[in-house]
């Protein structure tokens, strides 16, 4: 007589797995922030939804490690989990998902000021000095296939190998969902930033100190207050300052160039005119301490 106990019961494939893809919701947030990170386990490159295993998270950052507070471990469900990051100080983090010696990462950063980005041109700068100062680190975690800087006295572009303030940078960011973070220089023996602008157009950020808003604009009159030789508004080394509401240039000139608002972060054009009485064509400019 046959047994008929038994059941129909479909048994799953063995999930092969061949890496963890870790995309982060944002790539930089403010210090004492969080950061979500989805992470897919991949059968090369395509969502293995049979995973249902747990992996181990691992850290590696810039600064102090044991600033950063994250789960030791995730599971996932259908090939699919999550985390949380946060660093209790500005640094670069990378988080590592790793099983059986599938990995998979990615760097985020805690930093002082977060700038968004849109994907195309950008034209940024920086506030203060920035720790790290190169383009390569400083601009790691943003995707992009160029960085161009201008010489107002050479009136030639180039492509800067570290941001400085009080400059203008145009970057061509290539993905959606990017950002600058900033992470400022703390040395305290640094004297504050300061530069020379030059006849004709210059290319320039605004300087910040650390108490300064972010999403509240600086008053032109302010910002430019070392650009003046007398108190007429004549009396001024610049005469004109283009802004970019996208790639669409905004420019400002006359009686308006007084309570314009500039802020961190972004890039403008500024023209110096000549310079009178002096055969020296360029004038320093003051910056902040951060």
Do not use: C
Not at 18 to 43: D, V
Not at 161 to 181: E, H, K, S
């Amino acid at each position: 007589m046959m047994d008929q106990n038994f059941t129909n019961a479909i048994i799953p494939p063995e999930p092969i797995v061949t890496s963890f893809e870790l995309t982060p919701g944002k790539t930089a947030a403010l210090n004492e922030s969080a950061i979500t990170i989805a992470i897919r386990a991949l059968n090369v490159n395509v969502t293995e939804t049979n995973f249902n295993g747990m992996v181990n998270i691992t850290i590696n950052a810039s600064k102090d490690a044991s600033m950063v507070v994250y789960p030791p471990d995730v599971t996932f469900e259908n090939g699919i989990a999550s985390l949380e990051v946060t660093s209790n100080m500005v640094q670069f983090v990378t988080v590592t998902a790793a099983s059986d010696n599938i990995t998979g990462s990615a760097t985020v950063v805690f930093a002082d000021r977060v700038f968004d980005l849109v994907k195309g041109w950008n034209l940024v700068s920086i506030p203060n000095f920035a720790d790290p100062s190169s383009v390569a680190l400083a601009l790691q975690n943003v995707q992009n296939n160029g960085v161009i800087g201008f010489d107002p006295a050479t009136k030639l572009f180039s492509t800067p190998t570290d941001l400085q303030p009080m400059f203008g940078y145009w970057i061509n960011v290539t993905a959606d969902n990017q950002a600058i973070g900033f992470i400022a220089n703390m040395d305290t023996t640094a004297i504050p930033p300061s530069r020379n602008l030059y006849e004709g157009w210059n290319l320039i950020g605004v300087s910040a100190s650390k108490t300064d808003p972010v999403g509240i604009g600086m008053i032109s009159k302010d910002v430019f207050i070392s650009l003046r030789y007398g108190p007429d508004i004549t009396q001024r080394y610049y005469s004109e300052l283009v802004s970019y509401d996208g790639l669409n240039p905004v420019t400002v000139s006359g009686e308006f160039l007084d309570t314009t608002h500039l802020f961190q972060g972004r890039g403008y054009w500024m023209f110096i005119k000549k310079i009178p009485n002096t055969d020296v064509n360029n004038v320093p400019w003051a910056g902040k301490q951060w």
